[in-house]
């Protein structure tokens, strides 16, 4: 059973950046064929893929977000993170880690909330 847990600061300024880490367990980020995924909740909203890390290291984003988005690995620790740069408070939300096999999201992280206040 493939486990997610995400892991950052829970509070971050405007125009700072936003840095969250995903720590894998019962699988590995290099399984061929599976996708690791960021995605969040803003408060009263409903859930956004912001992008992906798949299983070779290809990296893949959402359109409204690739410019300000980074997601990378360490295969030596099992953990992907995720980067949003120049925060605002529209960026505030509960954010999700999340992976399966093909494109599915059968597995998510309990969710770190994230708020972006001065």
């Known amino acids: 059973q493939v486990q997610l847990q995400e892991s950052g600061p829970g509070l971050v300024k405007p125009s700072q950046m936003l840095s969250l880490t995903c720590t894998v367990s019962g699988g590995s980020i290099t399984t061929s064929y599976y996708a690791w995924s960021w995605i969040r909740q803003p408060p009263g909203k409903g859930l956004e893929w912001m992008g992906a890390i798949a299983y070779d290291g290809s990296t893949y984003y959402s359109p409204s977000l690739k410019s300000r988005t980074s997601i990378s690995r360490d295969t030596s620790k099992n953990q992907f993170s995720l980067q949003l740069s120049s925060v605002t408070p529209e960026d505030t939300a509960v954010y999700y880690c999340?992976?399966?096999?093909?494109?599915?999201?059968?597995?998510w992280g309990q969710g770190t909330q994230v708020t972006v206040s001065s």
């Open positions: 999340a992976t399966g096999d093909g494109g599915a999201l059968n597995y």
